[in-house]
């Protein structure tokens, strides 16, 4: 079986937006029993000069709806970053998910030369090639602001470990 494209992208959002579900039910399950308002939790951050873990979400949220779509060639829905509670954040990641099971793997596959344009700030673009975009761009910032939210919530001491960052991973065992 080849590898292709698509699946090097559309089983990883899924895995990482599943993950990322479990730690905000994590999340919500330590500020309700540790009596911690909500709200402390979702703005904590790593450093004063980085993004809340309200933001990461998001951010992890956007990296795969949006990479998704690019590599489609099709449109994102837009998110409007309002989201101030657990359900409102969950409810993200579930709508995320379901946007991400609609793309089509083949128009995916199509990408790996196509030219991607992508938003560099509010005026100036950056292009480059469909794999390149995947493997240089939308994964490793993926990943980025994945390990960002499990960090704040480890930091804040939320028993998260290794496995629920990664999530359920396709494996078989001997």
């Known amino acids: 079986m080849s590898f292709s494209m698509s699946k090097a992208s559309l089983p990883v959002f899924e895995i990482v937006l599943d993950a990322l579900s479990g730690l905000l039910d994590k999340a919500e399950a330590f500020a309700a029993a540790k009596k911690v308002d909500p709200a402390v939790l979702l703005a904590w951050r790593i450093a004063p000069d980085m993004f809340p873990f309200s933001r990461q979400v998001q951010i992890v949220c956007d990296q795969a709806k949006n990479g ?59 292009h480059m090639t469909g794999a390149d975009y995947l493997n ?4 490793p910032n993926l990943y980025f ?29 001997s």
Do not use: W
């Open 136 to 139: 240089h761009f939308v994964l």
């Open 68 to 126: 998704s779509a690019r590599l489609a060639g099709i449109e994102a829905p837009r998110f409007e970053d309002t989201e101030k509670t657990f359900a409102e954040l969950k409810e993200r990641v579930a709508k995320t998910r379901a946007f991400v099971k609609t793309v089509d793997a083949k128009a995916i596959d199509g990408a790996m030369e196509r030219p991607i344009t992508i938003p560099l700030g509010p005026v100036n673009k950056g």
């Open 145 to 173: 602001h994945m390990t960002a939210a499990y960090a704040i919530l480890r930091g804040c001491g939320i028993e998260v470990g290794k496995q629920d960052y990664l999530g359920k991973i396709p494996m078989t065992r």
